[in-house]
């Protein structure tokens, strides 16, 4: 592209980060963070793909709300280059949104299958030829570390994903934490061969004792006294926050809706990139949160 | 997407068109061309990638020379909306540009490889929420009807091609034409066949007699006194001309760089697209002509 970089010092080098967030709900706490954020919010272009649906409406009366507070009468330090909001046409692939329900298995296909189009169209209009780096971060991430960009850009890696976790409260009412997302992992041989007994429209899916795929979830690779500047390999990742470097992305790397090699979404993404010749890297030490439902 | 509509009626529901063109090298008769389409040049983009090589360079100064022409001093309804010139970093994958090299077998992989890249980065970075129609136009087109965008969007189909034809002087030094694309075919027994015995990484071609795979080609469904508009169910298209609604790109459409389904470059987007619920359709006897080398 025309001489755009994506480096271990993207500040230094001025790259622009386009940050996109796939959001049904919104919660204060995730733009709080956004604020938060250390990278220079004037390379920092924010865009959002919301339902049109009455739950999307209200999300983007209150995103609008605070969008106005932050660029209009914030502080000209927490002011983003510029922010895309986008509604999309298609419906959501179920009626309820509740933790239960969105997780049975049976639904897991259909849901990812429409958040994979959303990811597409919402990247497929707002990449440009100047952006560096993609940030694909959820809208239930409500708390990372404030130099989450700079930090993951230092590994200066194609694809790289910092470890899910949700904040809870535990039985003896003391505050914990949980491994949140399982879509990033290694693959094994039983995953493979799963695959290949497959059908060729069906797809291999993490965390449900009902498929056992043996692979080694970077969920449970936490080290609690661990580097969180540890590096592992990674064949799925997923995309609760995910830093991809604007390249992947041109060269073709999307989220396939369809099964890609019995993987979908964030999982088919890296699959995808793999075959771009793009790898994709895990931090197990470094955290980010989940909303706690 | 935001209430746009890809219809039968583009000029009527004032759609925007984006062109997009992958240019190696510039042919006058290919702009003098777009000069001449009748569609409304305020609702049309046209965006280029050109090869960061001697003959882009020369390619690029060719081509700014007419934009100055048209933009700044033509008449005002041959400008267009807007022109976007991006240059691609990556190496052009083979040395030789001349029609022997560049149609052998085995250079045909990376040479399609590279063009999907080309034409992935292109897309990615230029298509908008607000943009109806794609306009897939090679550079070496050099004539179409005057009337392309609104006859191809009258047929109101996801993905359609027209036949592309190379005029020549035959050996009675009478004027002929023939067939130039064989990208666009409806798929066969035989080469899905081949497909199933050939390993993850090969891919099928079409156009050799090493490697006969028994499809139809649309190259040869031509009905001298034919109807221009009748249609055929296609399963693979060729890039020369070739229009798509928006919304099959913002679903995750795009140009595998790499063997999917057997399939690279078009014939690749096709098959995508069908996995995406999108079908493609051919014209056989609505013609446009390819630059005669």
């Known amino acids: 592209m025309n001489n755009v970089t994506s480096s271990s010092n993207p500040v230094g080098n001025r790259e622009t980060i386009l940050i996109l967030t796939p959001l049904a709900r919104f919660y204060?706490?995730?733009?709080?963070?956004?604020?938060?954020?250390?990278?220079p919010h004037e390379l920092i272009t924010l865009a959002?793909?919301?339902?049109?649906?009455?739950?999307?409406?209200s999300a983007t009366a209150q995103l609008q709300e605070q969008i106005t507070k932050t660029q209009k009468s914030?502080?000209?330090?927490?002011?983003?280059?510029?922010?895309?909001i986008e509604r999309q046409d298609f419906d959501p692939p179920l009626a309820s949104q509740n933790e239960g329900e969105r997780h049975k298995m049976e639904n897991q296909k259909a849901r990812r299958a429409a958040m994979s189009r959303a990811r597409n169209s919402l990247l497929f209009t707002t990449l440009g030829p100047s952006t560096s780096w993609v940030l694909w971060l959820d809208s239930d991430i409500v708390e990372t570390p404030p130099d989450?960009?700079?930090?993951?850009a230092a590994h200066d890696k194609a694809i790289i994903v910092p470890n899910c976790f949700q904040r809870y409260t535990d039985k003896y009412k003391q505050p914990a934490e949980r491994p949140y997302d399982f879509n990033s992992w290694q693959d094994?041989?039983?995953?493979q061969k799963l695959g290949e007994q497959m059908g060729p429209d069906d797809i291999l899916l993490e965390g449900y004792a009902d498929m056992a795929t043996y692979r080694t979830l970077m969920a449970y690779?936490?080290?609690?006294?661990?580097?969180?500047?540890?590096?592992?390999?990674?064949?799925?990742?997923?995309?609760?926050?995910?830093?991809?470097k604007a390249e992947v992305h041109r060269d073709g790397a999307m989220f396939p809706p369809f099964p890609f090699y019995h993987l979908i979404e964030t999982e088919g993404f890296a699959k995808m990139a793999k075959r771009l010749g793009w790898s994709a890297t895990g931090l197990p030490n470094y955290r980010v949160y989940h909303y706690n439902e």
């Open 48 to 57: 959002f793909m919301i339902p049109k649906s009455r739950e999307g409406n």
């Open 148 to 152: 989450l960009i700079q930090d993951l």
């Open 221 to 244: 690779m936490v080290d609690e006294d661990g580097d969180p500047q540890q590096e592992v390999p990674l064949d799925g990742v997923g995309g609760t926050a995910l830093l991809v």
């Open 28 to 39: 204060q706490e995730y733009w709080d963070n956004l604020l938060k954020l250390s990278y």
């Open 74 to 84: 914030g502080p000209e330090k927490n002011r983003f280059a510029s922010i895309i």
């Open 188 to 191: 094994s041989e039983t995953a």
